[in-house]
Structures are given as structure tokens and as C-alpha cells.
């Protein structure tokens, strides 16, 4: 059935969100995105079958008309975007493949390599702020996995700030919610921010709280539980900045 409603549109806007801010490395950039994406879909007289693939589709377009490439680069741009749609948003390659324009058997191809690639690209001094010890573990290999060096893991936010201000990681990967008298992640993320700048993956359960576009949000959120790859892309693109725009 073909839909077409702005109730649709406004479902979608919390991945359409979390996508375009991965994409471009920052809040305010990727909130434009999609609010752009919103005004277009919303003018004249259309209709989608799936509207969260036509926002991410539409996203993927405006960006693609004022990205910069760079040749060097480990990833190519449609790469990245396709590992930020099937690992980020967990949409399938069949799915994938037309949001960026290209037909399924070579999304497979640019995924296959880009996987390979992935693991080296951009390796760095990760600081973990998760307070539970079992979940921590996991997170601390997952990161050792994806060719990361763990300088540190804080269960509470004195100890986040401590170990930031002795190690100065290059990503900080922090849990929303430390238990009972231990703060919380994006207190710890404030502080730290003081006196070192680091990219930050958020890591929560509830990632629509987190992409309301009303206030300073993160730009990388993952939702608990996550895969390897997941985790592998989003501190990729946070380490290089995501896809600058020209």
C-alpha cells in the first residue's frame, strides 16, 4: 500500500536523524539534511511505499550533491553510506542498494571490500565509559576487534575525567546511563570537554531520546545491543569526521 502522511514522514525522522548526523559528523549538519529532505518529500503530490527508505534515500541525495570525495581516502563515499544504512540503520543491501543509486549485486561488491578495509582504517586511543562490568568487557573487545587501542574503562564519571586527563584519548565511546551515584555519560562527555576535544559515540538502548533535534544532541548514537560492524563504522566516521561538505 502507498502512504503518504506527514505522521509517516515524522516515524522516520529519528533514523533519517541518526543516519545524516553520521554521515556529515555533526548534529547541525545532518538535522539540516534531513529538514530539507522533510520540505521536499512534503512538496507536491507523492507518494512512497516505505517512507523511512524515500527520507533516507532523499538525505542521501542532498548530501551527495555538496560532499566533498577525497581520493585517498580508505572508503569511497557510496561505501560508507552504504555501511552507515545496512550496519548503523540495519537496512538490508536490497534496500540499500537504490537509496544510493546502485543496483544490489554491487552494493555487495563495495560492502564486501569495504569491510575488508574497514578494521585498519582509522585505528586510535579509545576511552569506554560503561558501568556495567560484563558489558564493559564485551565493549572493550569489540573495540580491540575493530583495530582500536583501549587507554581506559570508567564506571563513573570522576573516573571518565581522570583517565581522559592522563590518556587524552582520540574517541570516547560512553554509555548515557552509569548507575546510581556514578553520574552520568554525557555529564562526563561535558567535562571532559573542557580541556580535550574528542569525538564521541553515544551507546544507548533508547536512541530516539537522543535524536529529537531539539536541543545540542550527539552526532554518532548506537543502540544497545550492537554488532561488530555497528561499532566499526560509527568510530570510523567519528574518527575521520564524517563527509565533509563543500
Known sequence: MKAKSGEDLIR?????????????????????????????????DRTWADPRAELYRDV????????GQDANAPLSLIQRQLLLLTSLEDVSTEVAAPIVGIS?????TLLTAARDRLRAAAATDVLI????????MDIEELVASCGHRVVGVAATETE?????????????????????????GTSAVSRIMRNHYAPVIFVTAYPERLLTGDALEPAFVIT???EPLTLAIATYQAVTGGVRID
Open 12 to 44: 522516520a525522522l529519528p533514523y533519517a536523524r541518526r543516519y545524516a548526523r553520521a554521515l556529515c559528523g555533526s548534529q547541525p549538519g545532518g538535522d539540516a539534511l534531513v529538514a530539507q529532505s522533510i520540505r521536499s518529500l512534503m512538496a507536491g
Open 60 to 67: 542521501t541525495m542532498q548530501f551527495n550533491a555538496s560532499a
Open 104 to 108: 544490489p549485486d554491487e552494493a555487495v
Open 129 to 136: 565509559i560503561e558501568d556495567e562490568p560484563i558489558i564493559a
Open 160 to 184: 571518565a575525567v581522570a583517565i581522559a586527563e592522563r590518556c587524552r584519548p582520540g574517541l570516547i565511546l560512553a554509555d548515557i546511563n552509569l548507575g546510581a551515584g556514578g553520574g552520568n
Open 224 to 226: 544497545k545491543p550492537f
